[in-house]
């Protein structure tokens, strides 16, 4: 093996991490040998597990006929046979997929379709995409101007158009005597203010992640909220983008989460789970009438060179196969529940853990100084990083975020493989026991939180 020298790679931080050696199912193996629990999917991804053999086989299978087919040139089986499966997934006539290789690609996809569709409609003034803060949708620039987290968007200010931004329906934080469904309506309320403030004729989309991901920590707006955002939406004619890249492929136990509440989206943007990291892939789904428009009018402006390739549609379709061969949709409502009621006992024990929260197997815990009132630890403590390092130190990753704007607060997502069985749930939460009670006498936590 080749001695670990000066790297040259760089990515967000420098955190120093050992060689990934081998992977499968639920578990990675570091070059020393070392086995880590994948309690997080890494970065909520690896929804089938890792090395599933069907689907390298599928994929071999792929690589032995072609590997690369540019989409101008040739169409291809995999691309034609994954939009095909995709389509029947989807809401009534949301069934034109458009692939990319991940969501970043897929929201820049959306935001750029939804504008080509408001032109065709002698729309022109409709540009701005109005969004949640916190929220969180992707690196590009495009992507970055609808996302609300302060220290992944404020460098790039300048170069990017500014959208509206409405909080996000953090509805566990507030004190107000109100309960979770009139609360709901009242974060509604505020994308039509919003709407009518910015002048509706100006307004092109909402998007908004229906459970939320990384940003919040796996926020669920009560009912009230999703069927009043619909009604807003429909009232001023505004689009609707659901940004499905972390919920969809089954994490949250539906297929899609925007089935939770009957949404019909305008665009639904996917990838994460859709290849499960088998490789690149994203895919957007847009309603038909939407796209007509667009191919009449000149065609989309709008591409990837490796949109739709081939190598990675064989990875997508396979890993469809798969979680329904296996029937991963129905086991992440399960296994969510257990795993949920599990993380709801830690809350027993640890008084600093102020919120359990998520939807099949995309859940999250926050931690707090105080439950009563939800302040947040101080931000010197560094817990979310802390935590996690804890957790990598005895073979556990998990995946933390700041939970307020991505400034301070400190959450945890739990989103392990769908295949995760009820012996790996038990390892996953001896593991964050051990973890927690060692963070808690490092930073004198016990003393400082609320019982
Ligand atoms: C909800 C959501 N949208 C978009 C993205 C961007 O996806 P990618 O990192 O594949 O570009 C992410 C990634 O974390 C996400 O969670």
């Known amino acids: 093996m080749k001695p670990e020298s000066e790297s040259h790679l760089f990515y967000q931080v420098g955190l120093p991490r050992p060689r990934l050696h081998r992977?499968?199912?639920?578990?990675?193996?570091?070059?020393?040998?070392?086995?880590y629990l994948d309690a997080s999917s890494g970065p909520m991804v690896s929804n089938i597990g890792h090395s599933n053999p069907r689907v390298l086989a599928a994929m071999k299978a792929q690589m032995d006929k072609a590997t690369f087919g540019y989409r101008l040139h040739f169409e291809n089986e995999a691309a034609e046979e994954l939009a095909?499966?995709?389509?029947?997934?989807?809401p009534h006539t949301l069934d034109r997929i458009f692939f990319t290789s991940g969501g970043s690609e897929t929201i820049e996809s959306c935001l750029k379709l939804a504008r080509q569709y408001a032109i065709t409609q002698g729309q022109a003034s409709r540009w701005k995409v109005i969004s949640l803060f916190p929220s969180y949708h992707g690196s590009t620039l495009g992507a970055s101007s609808v996302t609300g987290m302060k220290q992944f968007t404020e460098p790039f200010a300048p170069m990017m158009a500014s959208m509206p931004k409405i909080p996000a329906p953090t509805c566990y934080l507030d004190h107000d005597g109100l309960n979770l469904e009139q609360r709901g309506l009242r974060y509604a309320e505020m994308l039509r203010e919003e709407i009518l403030r910015q002048g509706p004729?100006?307004?092109?989309?909402?998007?908004?992640?229906?459970?939320?991901?990384?940003?919040?920590?796996a926020l669920v707006a009560p009912d009230s909220w999703h069927r009043r955002i619909q009604d807003i939406c429909k009232e001023f004619d505004i689009l609707l983008i659901a940004?499905?890249?972390?919920?969809?492929?089954?994490?949250?136990?539906?297929?899609?989460?925007?089935?939770?509440?009957?949404?019909?989206?305008?665009?639904i943007a996917m990838a994460k789970g859709l290849a499960a990291g088998y490789a690149p892939l994203g895919a957007m789904a847009a309603q038909r009438h939407i796209v007509d428009a667009v191919m009449a009018d000149g065609g989309f402006a709008h591409g990837y060179t490796y949109a739709g390739n081939p190598l990675a549609c064989a990875a997508g379709l396979a890993v469809l196969r798969e979680s329904e061969r296996l029937g991963l949709v129905d086991r992440a409502a399960v296994q969510g529940a257990r795993l949920k009621g599990l993380l709801e006992q830690l809350m027993r024990r640890f008084p600093f853990i102020g919120d359990v929260r998520g939807k099949g197997l995309l859940l999250a815990f926050e931690l707090v100084a105080d439950r009563d009132t939800m302040q947040p630890l101080p931000k010197e403590m560094n817990a979310h990083v802390e935590l996690v390092e804890e957790a990598y130190a005895r073979g556990l990753i998990i995946y933390s975020r700041r939970t307020r704007g991505g400034l301070?607060?400190?959450?945890?997502?739990?989103?392990?493989?769908?295949?995760?069985e009820n012996e790996h749930l038990d390892e996953i939460m001896n593991v964050l026991t051990d973890s927690l009670s060692a963070l808690a006498q490092r930073l004198g936590l016990e003393s400082r939180a609320v019982a």
């Open 23 to 35: 992977s499968e199912g639920v578990y990675l193996w570091d070059v020393t040998g070392k086995r």
């Open 84 to 90: 095909h499966s995709l389509a029947a997934l989807m």
């Open 201 to 217: 004729e100006t307004v092109l989309a909402f998007i908004m992640e229906p459970v939320g991901g990384a940003s919040t920590g």
């Open 243 to 267: 940004d499905e890249v972390m919920t969809g492929a089954g994490r949250t136990g539906k297929f899609l989460a925007s089935e939770h509440w009957n949404y019909q989206p305008d665009m």
């Open 408 to 420: 301070e607060g400190d959450h945890f997502m739990i989103c392990p493989p769908l295949i995760v």
